[in-house]
């Protein structure tokens, strides 16, 4: 008798021990799926806390704080930094703000769009100072083609939006497929960008780096 309980009590804690055990991966695996999206941020003239950061002619880059120090020709893709958010927060070690500061809205804000800094530090390391050119793309496009990585969380997040907006798409990993890579980079030398990350849009021929959804809405009306 004595010792049917003690095995009793063995199985108990046996099964309560794998409950417990189940329950905490369940919380981790929930934790993991949960994407800690970067800040929004406020790109306007008013907003002091903001330093810019452009190619110049020669390739370089430049840093100013006044969007009146940026010549006009280098204004449609320039990366931004509010300071007024520590590194951590505004994420980065994972992203880059990229702005079009050609124009601002009728609040007078600028448009900008979220980056992998990976990817975008990956391509300058790679392919060094890239040749802007004002020479037409001769590659045909129809339709929607994204341009994206397997890691990438901007990548998962455009999909998904895309999806559940019943819009069709091609999609081209360009980790896994050179030609892709290559096909990305000659789209972005054309329209005078440079390859700053996934994912990239082409929509119809216009290229849009990154996910805006404001800016992407706008296109597919």
Not at 1 to 12: N, P
Not at 32 to 37: F, G, H, K, Q, T
Not at 164 to 191: H, P, T, Y
Request: glycine residues 6%.
């Amino acid at each position: 008798m004595k010792r049917s309980i003690l095995l009793l009590t063995f199985v108990c804690f046996i099964l309560l021990l794998s409950f417990f055990g189940c329950k905490k991966q369940e919380v981790k695996d929930k934790n993991e799926s949960e994407e800690v999206l970067p800040p929004e941020i406020v790109i306007s003239r008013e907003n002091k806390n903001l330093i810019f950061s452009y190619f110049d002619k020669d390739g370089n880059f430049k840093d100013v704080q006044n969007i009146d120090d940026i010549p006009l020709e280098y204004r449609k893709q320039v990366i931004v930094f509010d300071l007024s958010l520590p590194p951590e927060k505004r994420m980065a070690h994972k992203v880059i703000y990229l702005a079009d500061l050609t124009q601002p809205d009728s609040n007078g804000r600028y448009r900008y769009t979220v980056a992998s800094r990976y990817e975008f530090e990956s391509s300058l390391k790679e392919f060094g100072q890239v040749a802007l050119s004002s020479g037409a793309d001769r590659s045909v496009t129809n339709g929607i083609t994204i341009y994206t990585t397997s890691w990438c969380g901007v990548c998962a997040q455009l999909r998904k939006y895309l999806k559940s907006r019943g819009i069709n798409f091609v999609e081209k990993d360009i980790e896994k497929d050179s030609s892709a890579q290559q096909e990305m980079l000659r789209k972005l030398r054309a329209k005078g960008m440079r390859g700053s990350g996934v994912p990239v849009i082409d929509i119809n021929g216009e290229i849009i780096v990154g996910f805006n959804k404001e800016l992407l809405d706008s296109k597919l009306k």
